[in-house]
């Protein structure tokens, strides 16, 4: 393998959720749902409308049906994006890390230009052409969330997606206080949700190289479970400016019922994001 195809841990998927325990912040991996409003002390964001052609849901049937526990697992589902061409599309690396390797594979398509209009679905021939470097270790230590900042990957469809247009990348990362815009699909449905740009000393060291935002709104779970690849745009030109690959969620309480997902403190970060400059490394290994 070369340095632009490195083989990461793979992260198992499932439908309904999936995730990597990292302790004491569980880190959600998929997921999208939103309200749109005004962000925290700015003006009004770009229209969701604008970027929705250039936003898909993306699934992908396993070859055969997984078990885990009593639950049966029949695919992964993530946001992806059209980059620079309606045949490129950018989603996390953990979801493509789940797709097969040798040559082009089916997947589904939704997309929905906006809410209450029809989708289109569409089944089609995709193969990964570039993977990010999601890499660490299961047992524990600094060397496990080595690598999520890595964690995109560009995908390859055999025909172009019809209608689809491309977004922009904006190589800056994110400031702090910024208003941001993240599309996705949840459950395969899209949502829109804004959030805020917000730096935490503890989380920027344990998640080194990722972007931090918070969600603005009640549902603070908002981005965990369909929305891994979600474009997160600026709010003032609509470039993506980080790819969505985690959730963060507060520790258990013990009078709750186990399982019981705990939202983040308000002020305090949401999501994590890799910033869009990643791409700019893996972008020359297209093939």
Do not use: K, M, Y
């Given at each position: 393998m070369g340095k632009c195809m490195v083989p990461p841990w793979q992260v198992r998927g499932k439908l309904r959720a999936i995730g990597l325990a990292?302790?004491?912040?569980?880190?959600?991996?998929?997921?999208?749902?939103?309200?749109?409003?005004?962000?925290?002390?700015?003006?009004p964001c770009v229209d969701p409308a604008a970027s929705a052609r250039a936003v898909v849901s993306i699934f992908w049937?396993?070859?055969?049906p997984r078990r885990d526990g009593w639950e049966e697992i029949v695919g992964e589902r993530a946001t992806a994006w059209f980059y620079t061409s309606p045949r490129l599309l950018v989603t996390a690396a953990h979801f493509a890390n789940e797709l097969p390797t040798d040559?082009?594979?089916?997947?589904?398509?939704?997309?929905?230009?906006?809410?209450?209009?029809?989708?289109?679905?569409?089944?089609?021939?995709?193969?990964?052409?570039?993977?990010?470097?999601?890499?660490?270790?299961?047992?524990?230590?600094?060397?496990?969330?080595?690598?999520?900042?890595?964690?995109?990957?560009?995908?390859?469809?055999?025909?172009?997606?019809?209608?689809?247009?491309?977004?922009?990348?904006?190589?800056?990362?994110?400031?702090e206080d910024a208003a941001v815009l993240v599309l996705g699909y949840p459950g395969g449905r899209m949502e829109a949700a804004q959030g805020i740009v917000r730096r935490n000393g503890e989380l920027a060291a344990r998640y080194a190289g990722?972007?931090?935002?918070?969600?603005?709104?009640?549902?603070?779970?908002?981005?965990?479970?369909?929305?891994?690849?979600?474009?997160?745009?600026?709010?003032?030109?609509?470039?993506?400016?980080?790819?969505?690959?985690?959730?963060?969620?507060g520790p258990a309480l013990p009078f709750l019922p186990p399982g019981r997902v705990i939202p983040t403190p308000w002020g305090s970060p949401t999501n994590t994001a890799v910033p869009a400059s990643a791409l700019a490394a893996i972008r020359n290994c297209i093939p």
């Open positions: 990292l302790i004491p912040i569980l880190f959600s991996l998929q997921g999208l749902p939103a309200r749109a409003g005004s962000p925290e002390g700015g003006g049937r396993f070859g055969a040559g082009w594979q089916e997947a589904e398509l939704r997309q929905a230009v906006r809410e209450g209009e029809p989708e289109v679905t569409a089944r089609v021939r995709l193969r990964v052409a570039v993977n990010g470097r999601l890499s660490g270790r299961r047992d524990g230590g600094a060397g496990r969330n080595a690598g999520l900042a890595d964690d995109v990957a560009i995908i390859e469809l055999q025909e172009p997606f019809p209608h689809a247009t491309v977004l922009e990348v904006q190589p800056r990362p994110p400031e990722l972007a931090l935002f918070e969600v603005q709104g009640s549902n603070r779970l908002l981005l965990g479970g369909g929305a891994s690849g979600a474009p997160v745009l600026d709010c003032g030109q609509g470039r993506v400016v980080a790819v969505l690959n985690g959730l963060l969620t």
